[in-house]
């Protein structure tokens, strides 16, 4: 294969897992509906739907437990 043909770079290779805290970023800009280019592209980190599952109910939990903290404060 002559030089000027070179191969291209394996565009299908899965991308590697989100961290945690990819997960907690992209639940949050969902829940604002302000997505990034970043979080849709292909090189873009990849979540499982159980990651996804478990970071939506932690922060359903803190949003939850912050409103009834702030309600117990108004209400004393």
């Known amino acids: 294969m002559p030089k000027s043909e070179k191969a291209e770079p394996d565009d299908h290779a899965l991308p590697k897992r989100a961290t945690w805290m990819q997960v907690t970023r992209i639940v949050v800009s969902g829940l604002f509906?302000?997505?990034?280019?970043?979080d849709f592209e292909a090189g873009a980190p990849r979540i499982g739907p159980a990651r996804l599952i478990i970071g939506a109910l932690i922060g359903f939990a803190i949003v939850i437990g912050?409103?009834?903290l702030l309600v117990s404060t108004i209400t004393n």
């Open 66 to 68: 912050a409103l009834l």
């Open 33 to 38: 509906m302000i997505g990034q280019n970043k």
